[in-house]
């Protein structure tokens, strides 16, 4: 019998349930039936702070995206979390915030889904920076994915490399946008990372 697990994916304040036929890869590697898709319509507010909080890394339009994943158990239930900004140079144009839950995951796996899920709105021909804290993520993407590849999916230990799926996911969702990823250190005053570590705990507690 597959199990099932609770899928949230959350925009902005108004909800509307949408049942889904093609229901998401669940992060535990267990298939979702009948999930249901919770989608915000409007963007979270989430503070006062505008530009002092990031910089501009193109004098043109581009998009920067904060991420997180939280767990309370780690396995355990489990939450994500993105906050995705236009601007213009340094000037904001638009800023909404994202985040999804799971029943039973790991960490590592809702580091990955913030990502990927993130990723997914991105549309435009745009240049990203994706922000993240986690080594696991951000080393994953510019350093080891070429060599798990040409190793067959294995390690430098030849151990199977972990989370395979949602690798992949990553790498095709990066490799259809301009992405370049940068690590930001945890819980050291960057502002929308500590609001990205906010929602994704949140997230994470709402899937108890």
Not at 6 to 27: A, D, L, Q
Not at 155 to 161: L, N, R
Not at 162 to 170: A, G, I, M, R, S
Request: glycine share 8%; charged share 25%.
């Amino acid at each position: 019998m597959v199990e099932k697990c609770r899928w949230s994916v959350r925009m902005g304040r108004i909800v509307v349930p949408r049942i889904s036929n093609n229901p998401p890869h669940c992060p535990d590697n267990r298939t979702l039936i009948g999930a249901v898709v919770f989608v915000h319509l409007r963007p979270l507010n989430i503070g006062n702070s505008r530009m002092n909080d990031t910089k501009a890394y193109h004098s043109g339009q581009h998009i920067i995206i904060h991420t997180d994943g939280a767990c309370i158990g780690n396995p355990g239930p489990g939450g994500w979390a993105a906050i995705i900004q236009l601007l213009e140079g340094s000037k904001e144009l638009r800023r909404k915030a994202l985040t999804g839950s799971a029943i039973k995951t790991t960490n590592n796996q809702m580091e990955l889904m913030a990502a990927i899920e993130a990723l997914k709105l991105v549309k435009s021909g745009k240049p990203v920076v994706l922000r993240s804290d986690s080594e696991y993520v951000v080393k994953g993407m510019t350093d080891r994915l070429p060599g798990w590849i040409a190793n067959g999916w294995r390690t430098a230990g030849k151990t199977p490399v972990k989370n395979q799926e949602l690798w992949e996911e990553l790498k095709a969702v990066a490799e259809a946008r301009s992405v370049a990823w940068e690590w930001v250190r945890g819980h050291n005053g960057d502002p929308l990372n500590e609001e990205a570590d906010r929602l994704a705990n949140e997230a994470a507690r709402m899937a108890c």
